[in-house]
């Protein structure tokens, strides 16, 4: 029995997709780490806002448009709340964590010079290594990686040493998505501050799970996706202190982000339209809006504690399979089980538990690295929500054992 | 035997089938039959792109024929590769270029022809009938 004050029944019954079949199963529903599914609250925002006030925002005077602008710049404020934000114009609302993770290394052209260092850690998925790699190649800076040990920790007496005077940035996801592991950002943060570098941590994977104070953290950027917590894709926020955000250039060009224009020069508007440019997702910011409000609704607090039970059962379930193997043991981690079984390919027990109406991850999970790291072509990924079931559970472990049976 | 008969030949076995996992079980028999491709041969260059698992498939000419060899680090990939060698292998190219693939919806892995599949089925397919095309050219 796993120890819960939340209904998960009564929550089931929000997310209409839940109760659908996969090839004649009900669906078990365990890739929520890729995305996550949609309650019908967050359904009906973005049906409500189609079918009643769907309009241009920020340059109607009609009715509709100013409509549309309350509610997004509502939306704004959520997440603002939610994330415990001193200003409102510190949210940018991004398509999401790659575009906003690509704003600030775009932005940071010009700020490095050659030989300056960026500090990026082993567990990072690709959106998190690309844009830096590319920033280096731009500017002449050096990608140092700060290294992980075999339970998937970051080894953080190397993070210490790495740290100089030359470091101008350190990046690290709060959550690993291809682990699980939940990173020490608090000292991350601080030691580079210290150190005189900014900070980006990546919330993608956390923010479903962890309620992030932002300012307590005093973290410089921070990153998140809708679709990950209960929100609609195409839709993101990149947080940014005020200060940071001031002296970073405009990312593109175009309407919402202008002051005024004419053929000699163009000044920039206030944040946050100056990261704005053109018609944004206004439905999708709407939408996320509504997705904090389901979330928090829930409570954030119940929602980590059923996960942690959840999963700390699924880890006992799968490590009675002989030959299971996980990846991804750290003392703090949350919500995803990679696995492997010996002998056995990933992408052959994906298949066959998909047969089963069972919704896993196989392959290297934006995160070759890692996988390189351990020697494995890539893992199967179990990865969890408030919505599901200790009897889902039990139904994973059913099919892993078939596949196994079938397999070896 | 042409393309076409082996096809339904296997058309025919798979139809002995109720269900999926029946259906995956003989692919798993038949993935173990594969003939495998060379240590040698298995680089790089004959690795088939846009599979999640590794796919390495080689080619060469007995007198007018094509005789395919290959591999998979995955056993579900390695069935549909074998069925694919068992019908395409021994063959001369310009049958290869002229076949049609239809036998595998109609043994039930239509799933699997879906562009997006992960495992590279359309690849696969490809990349057979492009060694056909290029041996077919040094045949002339």
Known sequence: ?408 | MTIKEIQEEIIDEFSMFDDWMQRYEYMIELGKSLPLIEEQYKTDDNLIKGCQSKVWVHAELDGDKLVFTADSDAIITKGIIAILVRAFSNQKPQDIIDADVEFIDEIGLKEHLSPTRANGLVSMIKQLKLYAVAYQTQLK
């Open chain 1, 1 to 408: 029995m796993i120890e819960t004050t939340l209904d998960i029944q009564a929550i089931r019954k929000d997310f209409p997709i839940l109760q659908r079949e996969v090839n004649g199963k009900p669906l078990v529903y365990l890739d929520n780490a890729a995305t996550s599914q949609t309650p019908q609250q967050v359904i009906d925002a973005i049906v409500d806002y189609y079918q009643r006030y769907n309009a241009n925002i920020h340059r109607g005077v009609h009715t509709l448009s100013q409509e549309a602008t309350d509610a997004y710049e509502a939306a704004r404020q959520k997440i603002q709340r939610h994330f415990n934000i001193a200003h409102s114009h510190e949210v940018i609302f991004t398509s999401g964590t790659t575009q906003s993770i690509n704003l600030v290394a775009t932005g940071f052209t010009s700020f490095l010079k050659e030989g300056d260092e960026i500090l990026v850690s082993a567990m990072e998925h690709h959106s998190n290594i690309v844009p830096w790699q590319m920033l280096c190649e731009r500017t002449g800076a050096i990608l140092k990686v700060i290294p992980m040990n075999l339970e998937g920790e970051l080894v953080m007496e190397e993070y210490h040493k790495l740290l100089s005077d030359k470091t101008k940035l350190v990046f690290c996801n709060h959550v690993s998505n291809a682990l699980g592991t939940i990173n020490p950002i608090e000292e991350i943060i601080e030691a580079a501050h210290k150190a005189g570098a900014a900070v980006l941590i990546d919330g993608a994977q956390a923010a479903a799970h962890i309620k992030a104070d932002l300012q307590t953290l005093d973290v410089d950027f921070y990153t998140v996706s809708a679709h990950k917590m209960c929100g609609p894709t195409g839709v993101g926020m990149l947080y940014g202190k005020e200060e940071w955000l001031k002296k970073l250039p405009p990312y593109q060009g175009g309407g919402e982000m202008i002051a005024e224009v004419t053929f000699e020069k163009t000044t920039y508007a206030d944040l946050p339209h100056k990261f704005e440019a053109g018609t944004p997702n206004i439905c999708g910011g709407i939408a996320f809006g509504a997705a904090l409000d389901y979330m928090n609704s829930i409570g954030f607090d119940a929602i980590a504690q059923y996960e942690d039970e959840l999963v700390q059962y699924a880890t006992e379930q799968l490590l009675a399979i002989e030959g299971l193997k996980i990846y991804g043991t750290a003392a703090h981690k949350t919500s995803v089980i990679s696995f492997n079984i010996e002998g056995v390919h990933p992408y052959d027990i994906g298949t066959i538990v998909d047969k089963l109406g069972i919704a896993v991850r196989t392959g290297h999970h934006c995160a070759q690295p890692i996988m390189d790291f351990y020697r494995i072509p890539g893992t199967v990924r179990a990865s969890f929500s408030f919505y599901n079931t200790k009897e889902e559970v039990d139904k994973l472990v059913e099919g892993v054992t078939r596949a196994k049976n079938m397999l070896l």
